[in-house]
């Protein structure tokens, strides 16, 4: 049985890569029309609504229908700095459409190179060569003014996909740091399903599974540290993914 899964799972992979590239040649011209809009809230509402609706459709058909929790604790006229877990490179079309309100995501630069793709990536991204420190210091005033400009802002703290054993490798700071400095609070969330639909150890594998984005409540950065920070939202979202998970 187990053979047979792995072998649907590679047909099924490609027909996701298939579905994928087609649907993105659909959509990219009116995400790209953003870019032609010089209200900066007007073309980034315009590029997150397209890629919602691509998504949505995309998801439906490879078999991994999403299912969003949490949205009340977005309160109106206020920005975030949300942050998940990553397993998988499915988390990635999960995390900007589906966060309420403006948004972008910080992401690698390597992906922006890709042709065509790489003017979508780019729209909806601060872009960070995690090698190169000027890079990184870069991002991180980015970051501030994409919070400055009221949009939330997006970042994985494990950093990269979790290869590791353990349920949730370690944050890195830079997330913390930046909610400390321009005192905004912290949306945890967690992305559920994707290690299942594509894991990290298998290549060009994809099987159809329920996903859930799950926003849990608002933590303060008021009178905090950035490690204390960091440990505070590393604890809630262990917590709350492991109980999900029953590990």
Not at 12 to 25: C, E, P, Q
């Amino acid at each position: 049985m187990k053979i047979f899964k792995e072998i649907f799972a590679r047909c099924w992979a490609l027909w996701g890569l298939v579905t994928f590239v087609s649907t993105f040649l659909i959509f990219i011209a009116p995400a790209l029309f953003s870019y032609l809009i010089k209200n900066e809230q007007k073309s980034q509402q315009l590029f997150i609504s397209v890629s919602r609706i691509w998504m949505r459709i995309w998801l439906t058909l490879i078999g991994c229908p999403l299912r969003i929790k949490g949205r009340q604790y977005f309160s109106p006229n206020k920005n975030y700095v949300v942050v998940f877990n990553h397993n998988s490179l499915l988390d990635v079309p999960l995390s900007a459409p589906f966060v309420p309100g403006l948004n972008k995501t910080i992401a690698k630069t390597s992906f922006s190179k890709i042709p065509l793709f790489g003017l979508f990536y780019k729209k909806g991204s601060v872009l960070v060569d995690r090698t190169n420190e000027k890079s990184r210091r870069q991002s991180f005033e980015e970051m501030k003014k994409v919070l400055a400009k009221g949009m939330h802002m997006c970042i994985y703290p494990e950093g990269t996909r979790n290869r590791s054993n353990l349920l949730i490798k370690p944050f890195f700071d830079g997330a913390f740091k930046l909610a400390v400095e321009t005192k905004k609070d912290i949306i945890p969330c967690l992305i559920i399903g994707t290690s299942t639909a594509m894991p990290i150890r298998k290549k060009f594998y994809l099987f159809p599974t329920p996903l859930e984005l799950v926003f849990l409540p608002p933590v303060s950065c008021n009178e905090m540290s950035t490690k204390e920070l960091n440990k505070k939202v590393y604890d809630i979202i262990f917590d709350e993914y492991s109980k999900r998970l029953n590990y």
